[in-house]
């Protein structure tokens, strides 16, 4: 018996949508990480970017346990000495709530060339609407 390996060349990627209203943030990321990866599917290589595209909407209702919303912070930093600032997770979903699930997705995927490729398949909304209609996604029941 042979082993399938998957060729870029002979995969079709679908379009799936995800309501992350209401859904907990790692939990759901693991899920959009997997589908990502296209771990879910009978074909999975993993040097093969198997995964399907991924839009994400209601990203503002993305729900969180015990008091991450005030104690998880986010760093940036410059790259000038003494220029790394922190942020709350609280500010953060005032100011860009698609930041937090693409952090936490970001964080579940290896970190390779195959990992950009992957990370430029998933599209986030804060709200409900979404450009990809002409796309047909289905809808992901988490």
């Known amino acids: 018996m042979k082993t399938y390996l998957a060729k870029k060349e002979t995969v079709e990627p679908q379009w799936k949508v995800v309501d992350a209203s209401g859904q907990v943030l790692g939990r759901l990321a693991v899920k959009i990480a997997t589908i990502l ?3 879910d599917k009978p074909g999975y290589t993993p ?3 198997t995964g399907d595209f991924v839009v994400v909407i209601n990203a503002e209702k993305v729900a969180l346990t015990g008091k991450k919303e005030e104690q998880n912070q986010y760093m940036f930093y410059s790259g000038f000495v003494g220029n790394e600032k922190y942020r709350s997770l ?3 979903r005032a100011r860009k709530p698609e930041f937090i699930i693409q952090h936490a997705v970001k964080g579940m995927l ?3 060339r195959l990992a950009h490729k992957m990370m430029t398949k998933l599209k ?3 709200g409900d609407k979404h450009p990809h ?4 996604p289905e809808t992901v029941v988490l």
């Open 37 to 39: 990866r296209g771990r």
């Open 47 to 49: 040097h093969v970017d």
């Open 90 to 92: 609280k500010d953060m």
């Open 110 to 112: 290896p970190k390779n």
């Open 124 to 126: 986030i909304y804060a």
């Open 133 to 136: 209609e002409s796309q047909n």
